[in-house]
Each structure stands twice: as C-alpha cells, then as structure tokens.
Nanobody
Framework: QVQLVESGGGLVQAGGSLRLSCAAS????????MAWFRQAPAKERELVAT????????YYANSVKGRFTISRDNAKNTVYLQMNSLQPEDTASYYC??????????????WGQGTQVTVSS
C-alpha cells in the first residue's frame, strides 16, 4: 500500500511552466504504474498522462501531447509532471494516482489530495 502527496501547483500566466511532484510513501513504489489526472469545476475527471512501473512506457492525452512530460525517479519515490506552454484550459485540480503494475486495465486505488493549477489569460 502507498500514500501519495502532490505539490507544485500555483498561479501562472498563459505560456508559462510548472512542475508538479508526487511523493510516495512505502517500500513498494516501483511496483506501481502511476498517472496524473485533472478535474475542473463542473467537469468530469480527465486522464492526463500515465507512466509504467519502470518508466519505460508513457501515455499522454491528445490535449497535452508535446507540452507535458511525465517522469519518475523510483530511488526518490517520486513522480513528476512537467507542464510547459500552459493555457487557461489547463486550469484544474491535478491529482496523482497509483495502480498495482499487474492490473490490466489499470485500477487506480491510491490517490493524492490534489494540487491546484490556475492559468491566467
């Protein structure tokens, strides 16, 4: 079992950048596939990006391809989301989540508390 804590959100101007971090507890972090989700007020939660247990396989939503990069450092028990060229439509609460690597399809049982990203026009 793993606990997740996000950080790095804030207020930025359109075109700016932020790097979100998600720190995990426990000794089994490397056995989890990880993902970033986001949710804006009155909208459904959206999958943003995923990264598998080793970091060798990633996925991005079409809306963020070429702008966002997901990465992980298993030695530091941390997953990151580098966000560049931010736009107002990226404004949302961002959550990291974990799925045991053997769950296919993924089942995200572990969630962080969320961090707010606000992009001004």
């Amino acid at each position: 079992q793993v606990q997740l804590v996000e950080s790095g959100g804030g207020l930025v101007q359109a075109g700016g950048s932020l790097r979100l971090s998600c720190a995990a507890s426990g000794r089994t972090f490397s056995t989890y596939d990880m993902a970033w989700f986001r949710q804006a007020p009155a909208k459904e939660r959206e999958l943003v990006a995923t990264i598998n247990w080793s970091g060798g396989s990633t996925y991005y939503a079409n809306s963020v391809k070429g702008r966002f990069t997901i990465s992980r450092d298993n030695a530091k028990n941390t997953v990151y989301l580098q966000m560049n060229s931010l736009q107002p439509e990226d404004t949302a609460s961002y959550y990291c989540a974990g799925s045991y690597f053997n769950n296919r399809p993924a089942k995200y049982d572990y969630w962080g508390q969320g961090t707010q990203v606000t992009v001004s026009s």
